[in-house]
């Protein structure tokens, strides 16, 4: 067979604003047609009726953990995870050992990824030198060596003035920054949301305060120079609010949130689950429900998984010394479609949108459409399947997820990259 040809699926393309009943026709690894009746051409034809055909999911930000921390996670497993997760593309951030702040480890991980990745790689360079704020980057060698953006994801870009220079550095090489926004002297210590619960629980407490000071300032910054920047993993009504009026102001800002924080909130920490500890924290309701309106209304651009695995060693102790995390590929499209579809906030091809075309405009790539010509990264779904989050089932070397039981709607059937199967009827192909 010289090619693959996906028959009578439910075919979503937002990149063209396509969604009807289609084949989809897949050659040398790129789309070839997509239409009716289409003829196989000598091509295996694999049915699709009933299930949803749909650009490849890119996540922009997660944890491959290689080099430096294999016992958490590989370049060969976390793809898996991703690709099982219906992800084609992901983009590791920079906070390896040694840190992903020069060009031989970007070549690092593009070699790793293209001998045994089962996703595209996309590395994201550091804003700084050891990720320590002091010292730029050599931001061009970065570009060149591959990085598609820059951050010092799980700190802030350190100070005002060094947030300012990384953006008109970055901008040189048509670079996005993307900034973890915590302002550190208020999460110093903290455990969880900061409020009743957190009270309750004995746990110090990090106000959502917090986030929103970095949120403004980086969108103050982008406002004065004209440039873009990028707030990954929002999670309080406060961000949200910023980040919808500097975008009525026309100012170049765009954001993600997270699977955990459109599906959870802190009352997920239960009885000190360690697994529900992320950073930033799991939020209340009156913010979960502030984030699903900024998806719904454009305020959001993208959900991202920030997927981190951990060794259950570093979660099998006291809440506030347990890693921050949660290994998020396997289950993003269950949380999402369950949270946001399943419950009529948005439509299917919106959630689609947010999951593969948008991230991959956000990170200025080719990916994410079903386009004729374009690389055949594809994934089908079944949105009506019930699904039960298992984590250790997960591919992933981190089974720290606090969704363990968690039945929702939609499965992930077939991932294709490139035209071939790396997922086939819900298992690995690779």
Do not use: W
């Not at 994201?124 to 050891?130: E, M, N, Q, Y």
């Not at 949380?335 to 405009?361: F, Y």
Request: one cysteine or more; glycine letters at 12%.
């Amino acid at each position: 067979m010289s090619g693959i040809l996906l028959k009578g699926g439910r075919v979503i393309d937002p990149a063209r604003g396509l969604d009807g009943v289609a084949d989809v026709l897949i050659r040398d690894g790129m789309i070839a047609e997509v239409g009716a009746d289409l003829s196989a051409h000598g091509s295996e034809p694999v049915d699709a009726a009933g299930f949803v055909v749909a650009p490849g999911f890119v996540d922009m930000h997660c944890h491959l953990r290689e080099p430096g921390h294999e016992y958490k996670e590989t370049i060969a497993t976390g793809t898996r995870a991703a690709a099982l997760g219906g992800f084609t593309a992901v983009a590791p951030m920079a906070n390896t050992e040694p840190v992903n702040d020069n060009a031989a480890v970007t070549a690092f991980i593009l070699d790793r990824a293209r001998r045994e990745g089962a996703a595209r790689v996309l590395p994201v360079g550091a804003v700084t030198k050891g990720l320590l704020g002091r010292e730029l980057t050599q931001m061009g060698e970065l570009k060149a060596a591959g990085c598609v953006a820059l951050s010092d994801d799980g700190h802030a870009v350190s100070t005002a003035r060094m947030m300012r220079l990384a953006l008109q550095y970055a901008s040189q090489f048509g670079l996005l920054v993307i900034d973890h926004c915590e302002e550190p002297t208020l999460t110093q210590g903290g455990a969880m949301n900061e409020g009743v619960l957190s009270t309750i629980l004995g746990l110090a407490g990090i106000p959502g305060a917090a986030e929103e000071i970095i949120v403004a300032r980086d969108i103050a910054l982008a406002a004065s120079l004209g440039l873009r920047v990028h707030l990954t993993h929002l999670s309080t009504a406060g961000s949200v609010a910023l980040v919808r009026e500097a975008k009525a102001r026309g100012v170049r800002v765009t954001a993600d949130t997270c699977p955990h924080y459109v599906a959870a909130t802190e009352a997920l920490i239960g009885d000190y689950d360690t697994n529900a500890k992320v950073n930033p924290p799991l939020r209340g309701e009156a913010d979960r429900a502030a984030v699903i309106a900024g998806l719904v209304d454009g305020t959001l651009d993208c959900i991202a998984t920030d997927h981190a695995p951990h060794h259950a060693d570093e979660k099998n102790v006291e809440f506030d010394l347990a890693a921050n995390g949660i290994s998020g590929f396997e289950s993003a499209f269950t949380l999402c479609h369950t949270a946001l579809v399943a419950s009529d906030a948005m439509t299917l091809p919106a959630l689609i949108e947010k999951m593969s075309l948008a991230p991959a405009r956000v990170l200025g790539t080719r990916l994410g459409t079903l386009t004729p010509g374009a690389a055949a990264d594809i994934v089908v779904l079944d949105p009506g399947a019930s699904s039960v989050i298992d984590p250790d089932t997960f591919c992933s070397k981190g089974k720290n997820s606090p969704f363990r039981g968690f039945a929702g709607k939609g499965r992930v059937v077939h991932t294709l990259l490139g035209g071939r199967f790396v997922v086939r009827d819900g298992a690995l192909a690779v």
